[in-house]
RNA sequence: CGGAGCGUAGCGCAGCUUGGUAGCGCAUCUGCUUUGGGAGCAGAGGGUCGUAGGUUCAAAUCCUAUCGCUCCGACCA
């Protein structure tokens, strides 16, 4: 690609709106533009690397025996309301009416397409295993879109879905498609780290699941990670021992106390010169399971979080959330003050983290304003008693056998793997046929990579103060060659060069502008294309010499031009 | 949806408090000079100040409504 004739734009100036380094090195290095909140053009040079991510893992999908097909974004209301997400998916489903009055929607995933096509199509188990995949767009209307290509409304997905007989069959695929996954994040030059996950709304009970996780400090999701046993877990799925805690034992009496206008752990502590964990967290939550809705109230070691997710699975709700003010005002509970003792709710479902001992004294909240209880004990005054694993896991926790000590890792998911098991296939009534000739239902596997979120996960990994350094894998292109110097004569041995490079397939980009150097030399640095190719008027009189720099390590090679295309060739080999 | 903030030229911003000719830097265009780390000089184009009402002789500026965008929380590849 020659400069002077390209679609292609850089700012010295970082939009307003991007907050993290791989929104402003795209927007300033020309590869994204935003249209709106959460859409993006890709432009020719981002688009470029969208393409190679999107190579490379249909490359390794079709190695796993998984076959590409392509459905439509659109997709009909019927499908939905037959598995019954159209009215879980709620607002992120973008969902509307044809002319006929028909429901429609974006399609924010595919599983009842493609089972939907699956079942119309199979019959028999001589048919299985079988693993389809497609590269498409997906609409998700994310309540918040941010940070550019990260989290998009509008992105690109990799998703594939598997179909088997048995949970043997499943395993398997399942375990081809996780080296895949490995394989194609290994091309795409990205450190990253494969984590349990939780299945969430996905999966069933006893089904894996996996996280590929980019590391990166910028990243939305927390791993809790022990390098001794390798144990490695998203934080919403975590489960760990808490390390440091020394009960306080006393016979004292419980007994109410003056904490006027303290109404966060850290000041009620402060003021009584208790540590956190002796006094109790209380959090009070409303929980929808079916037409049921409860009202729960979570008691947690003052300086513990709840882990959300582990609290919706204890009770099995389809939805949770906390109690917004007025609401716990009209329960009656006093914001500041609430604890487990004294409380008159009724039906109240109470619930002890197991990391409370409950021999121990502790400093709770006495549902009176501005006072506290001293010396609450659980075992000796607490009136319900249940206790289940809620706490989030946190830096310096134990693993659950014991002993090693585990630290937290910020990462950005990239890829994601499940065992759907029959959710999908019983919803929408699959049958097919087993050896026996009886009606059976198959299980299935699906497996996401979001590509425009690699390219964004990408940069948050391998930039500096200058721009981008990409992976070879994935850069728009190889090598920028910059012509510093005017002469006609000099453009014309360029130009030789440029027709040579293309000659021998190396992706090359001419920055043939008439440009000082300096401007040629910020945005070779910006683009970050692994290697620059300088060919310098003044130098090249003197020596005859072109140099190659690598933009990563910064390393310089003065090389003569017949050399050009066989020592790019070697150095892109090496990195 | 709850909380916070911002909408003025393609981008980054000033002007608004105290109403009175719409400005600066970058980018873009022209000419000359310049070519090893975002060049210099001279000139040029580009904005119904998000939108709609209102107050006023007069509104970017004050008031009201509305839309959009961004950030912090529950969602997710």
């Known amino acids: 690609m020659k400069l ?16 993290i380094p791989s929104h402003q090195l795209m927007m300033r290095a020309g590869l994204i533009h935003k249209v709106g909140a959460g859409l993006y053009t890709y432009l020719p040079m981002g ?91 997906k609409f998700r209307d994310e309540i918040r879109p941010r940070f550019g290509l990260m989290r998009g409304r509008e992105f690109t997905m990799k998703d594939a879905y598997s179909f088997h007989m048995d949970k043997p069959c ?67 799925k975590a489960r760990t021992k808490r390390a440091d805690f020394k009960p306080l034992m006393t016979q004292a009496p419980m007994k109410e106390i003056a904490t006027p206008d303290r109404k966060t752990i850290e000041d009620v502590c402060t003021y009584l010169k208790t540590e956190q964990a002796h006094s109790l967290k209380s959090l009070v939550y409303k929980a929808i399971t079916g037409q049921v809705e409860k009202t729960v109230l979570v008691l947690l070691l003052g300086d513990d979080s709840l882990n959300e997710i582990k609290l919706s699975a204890y009770l099995k709700a389809d939805h949770l959330a906390p109690l ?20 008159t709710q009724k039906d109240l479902v109470v619930i002890y983290d197991q990391a409370v001992a409950m021999d121990s004294a502790f400093v709770v909240g006495a549902n009176k304003t501005d006072l506290h209880f001293e010396n609450f004990i659980p075992n000796r005054d607490a009136s319900y008693k249940d206790q289940a694993d809620l706490r989030l896991a946190k830096e310096g926790d134990l693993t659950i056998e014991g002993s090693k000590k585990v630290s937290v890792r910020r990462g950005i998911e990239v890829g994601h793997i499940f065992q759907l098991g029959d959710k999908y296939t ?67 041995f360029a130009d030789k060069i440029y027709q040579e490079l293309q000659e021998q397939k190396i992706e090359v980009v001419f920055d043939d502008r008439n440009v000082g150097p300096g401007f040629k030399f910020k945005d070779a640095d910006l683009l970050g294309l692994p290697l620059q190719l300088v060919l310098g008027e003044r130098d090249f009189k003197e020596d005859g010499m072109l140099e190659i720099r690598e933009r990563k390590s910064g390393l310089v090679h003065k090389i003569k031009p017949e050399e050009a295309s066989a020592k790019i060739k070697s150095l892109l080999a090496s990195l």
């Open 426 to 492: 019983k919803a929408l009534s699959v049958k097919i046929l087993d050896k026996n000739g009886k009606q059976a239902v198959p299980l299935m596997g699906c497996y996401g990579i979001g590509i425009t979120r690699v390219a964004a996960a990408a940069i948050e990994q391998n930039h500096d103060e200058k721009g981008i350094i990409w992976p070879a894998s994935i850069a728009p292109y190889h090598v920028y060659f910059a012509l510093i110097g005017k002469d006609p004569e000099i453009l014309a």
């Open 47 to 137: 688009y470029r690397t969208i393409r190679k991510i999107e190579q490379i893992v249909r490359e390794e999908m079709d190695r796993a025996n998984c076959q590409e097909l392509l459905m439509p974004m659109v997709t009909p209301g019927e499908l939905w309301q037959e598995s019954g997400r159209w009215d879980k998916m709620g607002a992120l489903m973008l969902t509307f009416k044809d002319k006929g009055e028909r429901d429609l929607c974006l399609s924010p995933t595919n599983e009842e397409t493609v089972t939907d096509v699956f079942r119309k199509t199979i019959k028999s188990y001589k048919d299985l295993p079988v693993t389809l995949y497609q590269i498409n767009t």
């Open 324 to 343: 917004a003010d007025h609401e716990l005002t009209k329960a009656g509970f006093l914001k500041g003050f609430i604890g487990p003792h004294g409380l």
């Open 4 to 19: 002077t004739r390209a679609f292609w734009q850089t700012y010295k100036e970082t939009p307003s709106d991007a907050e």
């Open 170 to 236: 499943l395993d398997q695929v399942y375990a081809d498609l996780y080296r895949a996954y490995e394989n194609c994040f290994r091309r795409m030059g990205l450190e990253f780290t494969v984590v349990e996950a939780d299945g969430g709304a996905m999966a069933s009970a006893d089904s894996q699941t996996h996280e590929f996780q980019v590391v990166a400090d910028s990243g939305e999701d927390q791993i809790i990670y022990c390098a001794e046993t390798g144990y490695a877990a998203n934080i919403e």
